[in-house]
């Protein structure tokens, strides 16, 4: 995988799943825009060191062109004074150094194209982090939106189980007071009872004393 899609991972990152995760969501979110601002401290460096590379070598292709113009010039002037063997002799030297210029041109073409590749990757990197920035404090939100909802349906739960607690409990009391009230009912009825039959045999006595009265007198 390469760089700029490792660390474009947090942009495409959902937050369902981090909020569902065993990890804390703004950790993770935190910790992957550190990542990316790692790497681009990376990408920097190597910006910075790709541009000296291609410096370095310019600089060793102009002089590589000086040294040899030099030599062309010694070789001038070693004909002008009839000298052809020191001429011949400056020419071969400035021939090395056109050879050596010739060598470091393609590498310094190669260099540019790669620190304008590299310096292309690092705006887009600086823009992914911009970006991953505004996705983090938004997922942050939706994260602590998300987990405030799973606290507060647990509370509701919890409640809600209480509110149970007590409605069973209230039936209890009501079953037992019920109960009370029937028992109550029972003992009240049972000394009423015995009072009626008290009434009921002095009634039957007064009848039973009256109707043997009546019976003396007859005689």
């Avoid at 942050?140 to 349906?153: W, Y």
Wanted: aromatic share 2%.
């Amino acid at each position: 995988m390469g760089l700029l899609d490792r660390i474009s991972r947090l942009v495409r990152s959902n937050v369902n799943h981090l909020v569902n995760g065993a990890e804390d969501p703004e950790k993770v979110l935190q910790q992957t825009v550190l990542d990316m601002q790692s790497d681009l401290v990376s990408m920097r460096q190597a910006v910075a060191q790709a541009i000296a590379t291609q410096k370095r070598t310019e600089r060793q292709c102009e002089q590589a062109k000086r040294t040899a113009a030099e030599w062309y010039n010694r070789a001038q002037l070693a004909l002008q004074k009839g000298n052809d063997e020191v001429a011949r002799d400056a020419l071969t030297r400035r021939q090395t150094y056109i050879q050596t210029g010739q060598t470091l041109s393609p590498q310094i073409t190669q260099q540019r194209e790669i620190v304008q590749q590299l310096k292309a990757n690092m705006g887009q990197l600086e823009r992914k982090i911009s970006e991953a920035r505004t996705q983090k404090d938004m997922y942050i939100a939706r994260a602590r939106a998300a987990q405030s909802s799973v606290r507060l349906n647990e509370m509701i739960r919890s409640n809600t189980s209480s509110t149970n607690a007590f409605e069973k409990m209230e039936a209890r009391v009501l079953d037992l007071e019920a109960q009370a009230e029937v028992t109550a009912a029972m003992g009240t009825d049972s000394i009423d009872q015995k009072f009626a039959q008290l009434e009921n045999q002095n009634n039957v006595d007064a009848q039973l004393a009256q109707l043997k009265s009546q019976m003396i007198e007859g005689d």
